[in-house]
């Protein structure tokens, strides 16, 4: 069992950054990959960046290339999204999320259907 908690959100002005952490506990972390969601009112969950166990692969969404950085810290088991030059449409709850690495890279994991074991979910807004 693998429990996500994540931190960092909060209130930004278009243009600004935010760093968001997803801090994991329980059993194991070992050989998870790791992907950041999001979901805006209205719209559906959808995958922003992922990570794979090692680190080596990642894979980001179009809309935030250049502008986010997915990043891991095994030893503290912990997750980030590095988020800069923000938009008003990044505003949504950000999820982190955790499932046992299938050795295929990022895009397979951030294209994974029912991934196992997710976060409570941090608002970010992004104000014009």
């Known amino acids: 069992q693998v429990q996500l908690v994540e931190s960092g959100g909060g209130l930004v002005q278009a243009g600004g950054s935010l760093r968001l952490s997803c801090a994991a506990s329980?059993?194991?972390?070992?050989?998870?990959?790791m992907g950041w969601f999001r979901q805006a009112p209205g719209k559906e969950r959808e995958c922003v960046a992922a990570?794979?166990?090692?680190?080596?692969?990642?894979w980001y969404a179009d809309a935030v290339k250049g502008r986010f950085t997915i990043s891991r810290d095994n030893a503290n088991k912990t997750v980030f999204l590095q988020m800069n030059s923000l938009k008003p449409e990044d505003t949504a709850v950000y999820y982190c999320?955790?499932?046992?690495?299938?050795?295929?890279?990022?895009?397979?994991?951030?294209?994974?259907?029912?991934?196992?074991?997710w976060g409570q979910g941090t608002q970010v807004t992004v104000s014009s």
């Open positions: 329980g059993r194991t972390f070992t050989n998870y990959g």
């Open positions: 990570i794979s166990w090692i680190g080596v692969s990642t």
């Open positions: 999320a955790a499932d046992l690495d299938s050795g295929l890279g990022a895009r397979v994991f951030a294209e994974k259907a029912d991934l196992r074991y």
